[in-house]
């Protein structure tokens, strides 16, 4: 079966510009996580959705933000980017939650310039 | 709020065994120990999780000492494919939806010499 997909890999913006990060989870997974990787705070916990709802939430400001559709596509948001931002973003799906066996996608890498 | 704390990197040769530590001393009744392999440029890739006692699957073991404050992956007989970064997860199964966060650890280099 098809794996996790997210798009766009790659994407350059400029401080103070918002962005939207999407993500499709492998089919029948109904929890998806998103995930914050940079050289200096390693693989950090965004927000997981399941089932449309907001589930967990790690420790990131009002700036992050996310949704999930009833297809279980979900979709990452930064508003008013920062230069701190730029990082590879994860997504990865599972059945229950991000306890269980995640997959994980192949990443957005965000550069905030 | 479990904090894990793992050795930043590693060295082996070719068809050891390698034992990677992660210590989670604030680990949680309803937390589970999972650990994934990651390559550069790709998301990390399921490896092997587990409760208590000891989990094998086809790849790895995972030991987990009774008081669960800290886990151990083990990957027998090591190849070059095998240099990655490898994370631990402490996080709980069912989660209520109250803010509560999951820990990766620092992650662990292994490197894989000929």
């Known amino acids: 079966k098809a794996g996790v997909t997210q798009t766009p890999r790659y994407l350059i913006k400029t401080r103070g510009q918002q962005v939207t990060l999407s993500c499709s989870p492998i089919?029948?997974?109904?929890?998806v996580s998103w995930y914050q990787q940079t050289p200096g705070q390693g693989l950090q916990f965004l927000f997981e959705y399941f089932s449309e709802t907001q589930r967990n939430k790690g420790n990131f400001p009002g700036r992050f933000s996310g949704r999930q559709f009833s297809n279980s596509r979900s979709e990452m948001n930064v508003s008013t980017l920062e230069l701190g931002d730029s990082a590879l973003y994860l997504c990865a799906s599972s059945l229950q939650g991000p306890a269980y066996e995640q997959y994980f996608g192949p990443g957005t890498r965000l550069t905030v310039t | 709020l479990a904090k894990t704390t793992q050795p930043i990197s590693m060295d082996s040769y070719e068809g050891q065994e390698v034992n990677i530590t992660c210590s989670h001393n604030?680990?949680?009744?309803?937390?589970?120990i999972t650990w994934y392999q990651q390559f550069p440029s790709q998301g990390p890739r399921f490896i092997i999780q587990?409760?208590?006692t000891k989990v094998t699957n086809e790849v790895a073991s995972l030991f987990i000492p009774a008081d669960r404050k800290s886990s151990t992956l083990s990957l027998p007989r090591v190849s070059l494919s095998d240099t990655a970064v490898y994370y631990c997860?402490?996080?709980?199964?069912?989660?209520?939806?109250?803010?509560?966060?999951?820990?990766f650890g620092s992650g662990t280099q292994l490197t894989v010499l000929p």
């Open positions: 089919s029948g997974h109904r929890s």
């Open positions: 604030n680990i949680a009744t309803n937390d589970y």
């Open positions: 587990g409760y208590k």
């Open positions: 997860l402490v996080g709980a199964l069912i989660s209520s939806g109250s803010a509560r966060q999951l820990t």
